[in-house]
C-alpha cells in the first residue's frame, strides 16, 4: 500500500512535470465537510506544491441549508411548540430577523422551545416514543448519506407524533448546475466517498464524460485523498479523463441497492432551494404519497413574520454562497 | 465498526472502545454477522467493509489525530 508520503513525492513530481509548468494553478474541488475535515485536519493544503490548490465545494449540509427552513424550524419551536430535534450542527446557524428577535435553534431553546440535539434519526423515534402526546417534529438536513437513513427510519415504521422537516439535498444536482453555469471554477472534483457508498459512482462519470474535467472517488484518510489527487493531476496531465474510484472498498457499482431502494419508498426527488444559490431542480427531496401525514411542512404550515427579508436573502456578512460555490476561501 | 452482537435488525457495534446501537435496516439484502466491520452513519450501517480494511483505516485515523493533537 502507498503511504502518504509516497503520494506526496509523486504528486510533486508531477506537478512539476512540463504538462503543469504551462499552469498558474491546478484547483481541484471536494463536495463533502468530511473530506475538508481531511484535508484541514492532515494539513494537506501546506503538504501539496503551491501550484495545487484544493477548494471546498457545496459540501456542507449546514452551509447550504436554506435560512428560510431554518427559520420554520424556530417557529414550530417557539409558534407551534412542538418539539424540535436536529442534528447537533444546525443548533447555531443564524437566520435574518429583526435584531434582539430569536435567530438560532440554540436561543429557541432559551427562549423556552423545546430543542434537542441528536445524533440519530434513531433518537428521534425514542424521543417520539417517549411523549406520545406532543408533536415531535425532526429537522432533518444532510445529504444522500443522512436521507437513506431517514428513509430507513420511515420504512421501519414511525410513531402518529413524529413529523420531518426534510432539508436533504442531492450532492450531483448541484455539482452539474456549476459545470452547466460555465463558471465551475474548478478543473478536477474529488467526488464524495460516502455519497458514492449509497448511490453508486455512476452519476459521477459524467464529469470526465460530459465536462472533459478528472474526477476521482475519494474515501477520508489521507491516503485516499491524496491517491485522488495525483490520479486527477495524472488525467490532466495525460489528457485522458476518467472516474476513478480511489474508495473501492466502499463504493461499488450501483451503490447500496437497498438504500436507495428505501430513498424511492419514502422520498421523491423535488427541486429544491440552497442557501444563498437559490432554487435547482431536481436537487432534493420531499416524503412521497404514503408518508406525507409526517411532513412537518404541512402539519405546521409556515406563518409570514412581518419585516423578515425575502426567501432566498442571506444574513448581513454571511459568505455561504461564495464558499459553497468554490469562490471564496473559508476561514 | 466491529458488529458485536445482532438483536433483529439491531446491532451491537465497538470501534475503538466506544459501543453503539447501530440499525441494520439498510444492509437488510446482505448478511451481516458477529465480527463483520460496517460503515456506520447518523446510526444506521450504509455499507459492509472488510475487517483488513476498517483496520488499516483506524490506523491511519489515529495517526492523524495524533498529527494534529502534537501540531
Redesign the interface.
Given at each position: 500500500m502507498t503511504n502518504a508520503a509516497q503520494w506526496l513525492a509523486r504528486i510533486r513530481a508531477l506537478a512539476l512535470s512540463p504538462a503543469f509548468r504551462i499552469m498558474p494553478t491546478f484547483r481541484i474541488m471536494n463536495v463533502c465537510g468530511g473530506h475538508e475535515r481531511s484535508i484541514t485536519m492532515a494539513g494537506l493544503r501546506r503538504a501539496l506544491p503551491a501550484s495545487i490548490e484544493l477548494i471546498p465545494g457545496p459540501g456542507c449540509p449546514v452551509c447550504v441549508c436554506p435560512e428560510e427552513l431554518i427559520h420554520h424550524a424556530i417557529q414550530i419551536a417557539l409558534v407551534d411548540r412542538a418539539t424540535l430535534v436536529c442534528f447537533g450542527d444546525m443548533l447555531r446557524v443564524p437566520v435574518n430577523v429583526a435584531k434582539g428577535e430569536v435567530r438560532t435553534l440554540e436561543q429557541a431553546r432559551g427562549a423556552g422551545g423545546d430543542v434537542r440535539p441528536i445524533a440519530s434519526p434513531l433518537e428521534a423515534v425514542r424521543i417520539a416514543r417517549e411523549l406520545p402526546d406532543r408533536p415531535v417534529v425532526f429537522f432533518a438536513a444532510g445529504f444522500e448519506t443522512t436521507a437513506a437513513p431517514v428513509a430507513a427510519m420511515l420504512a421501519e415504521g414511525v410513531p402518529d407524533n413524529l413529523f420531518v422537516l426534510l432539508a436533504t439535498r442531492l450532492t450531483w444536482p448541484v455539482v452539474s448546475m456549476l459545470l452547466n453555469s460555465g463558471e465551475a471554477g474548478f478543473d478536477a472534483l474529488i467526488a464524495p466517498g460516502h455519497v458514492a457508498t449509497v448511490m453508486g459512482p455512476e452519476e459521477w462519470a459524467a464529469v470526465p464524460a460530459v465536462h472533459g474535467k478528472p474526477a476521482a472517488i475519494a474515501g477520508f484518510t489521507p491516503e485516499s485523498l491524496l491517491a485522488a489527487i495525483y490520479s486527477v493531476l495524472r488525467q490532466a496531465a495525460e489528457g485522458r479523463c476518467f472516474l476513478d474510484n480511489c474508495y473501492p472498498e466502499l463504493v461499488r457499482p450501483g451503490g447500496n441497492p437497498a438504500a436507495r431502494a428505501q430513498l424511492a419508498r419514502t422520498m421523491r426527488v423535488s427541486e429544491a432551494n440552497w442557501r444563498g444559490i437559490g432554487i435547482i431542480p431536481a436537487s432534493g427531496l420531499e416524503l412521497a404519497d404514503g408518508w406525507r401525514q409526517h411532513d412537518a411542512a404541512r402539519r405546521f404550515p409556515e406563518v409570514a413574520t412581518p419585516g423578515r427579508k425575502p426567501a432566498g436573502g442571506m444574513p448581513p456578512g454571511c459568505g455561504c454562497a461564495g464558499v459553497v460555490l468554490g469562490r471564496l476561501a473559508a476561514d | 465498526m466491529e458488529v458485536l452482537a445482532i438483536d433483529g435488525?439491531m446491532a451491537r457495534c465497538g470501534a475503538k472502545g466506544v459501543e453503539r446501537?447501530v440499525?441494520l435496516?439498510?444492509?437488510?439484502?446482505?448478511t451481516v454477522a458477529p465480527g463483520d466491520f460496517v460503515?456506520v452513519?447518523?446510526?444506521?450501517a450504509?455499507?459492509t467493509?472488510?475487517a483488513q480494511?476498517a483496520r488499516?483505516?483506524w490506523e491511519?485515523?489515529d495517526e492523524?489525530?495524533a498529527?494534529?493533537q502534537t501540531?
Open positions: - | 435488525l446501537d440499525s435496516f439498510l444492509l437488510q439484502d446482505q460503515l452513519h447518523v446510526g444506521y450504509i455499507q467493509i472488510e480494511e488499516s483505516v491511519l485515523l492523524m489525530m498529527r494534529e501540531e
